[in-house]
């Protein structure tokens, strides 16, 4: 088993356990997944489809930022790029920043309850 730390997190993080998740960082409650420009170019190389268009289709304007849209789905909502038949993300390879750091986010280290509720692949 494979835990991976990162300093300054009082919690690892088992990445073997999304093979039997059936994806509840992706959908399930409402939450933002923010886009850079990079992330932006990334997706739309993957998707073969210009910014324009990408920013039209998959993407909510939210003040300044930028954020992928929701649909309804089988636990709530899911980001429009969760494969639900599969439970897993249909752009995994060119995913946004924000969905490769997780779980290591600043926000879970004062938050950890709200993480361990969601993510199984949590380990002390
Ligand atoms: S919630 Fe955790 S275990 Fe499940 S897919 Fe997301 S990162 Fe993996
Ligand atoms: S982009 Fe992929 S990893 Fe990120 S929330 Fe959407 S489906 Fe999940």
Same mark, same amino acid.
């Given at each position: 088993m494979n835990i991976i730390r990162k300093e300054g997190f009082d919690f690892g993080?088992?990445?073997s356990a999304c093979e039997r @998740? #059936? /994806?509840y @960082? @992706? @959908? /399930? %409650?409402? /939450? *933002?997944v923010w886009v850079n420009h990079e992330d932006i170019l990334r997706m739309c190389r993957f998707l073969q489809i $210009? #910014?324009?268009?990408?920013i039209?289709?998959? %993407? $909510?304007?939210? $003040? *300044?930022r930028l954020s992928i849209k929701e649909r309804v789905g089988e636990q709530g909502l899911e980001? !429009?790029?969760?494969?639900? #038949?599969?439970?897993?993300?249909?752009i995994y390879t060119v995913r946004p920043r924000?969905?490769?750091t997780f779980p290591f986010w600043d926000h879970f280290k004062r938050h950890k309850d709200? %993480? !361990?509720k969601e993510c199984p692949g949590v380990r002390p």
């Open positions: 993080f088992d990445p @998740c #059936p /994806g @960082c @992706c @959908c /399930g %409650l409402s /939450g *933002n $210009n #910014p324009i268009d990408f039209t289709q998959y %993407l $909510n304007r939210m $003040n *300044n980001c !429009v790029f969760f494969d639900s #038949p599969q439970r897993c993300c249909s924000q969905c490769r709200e %993480l !361990v």
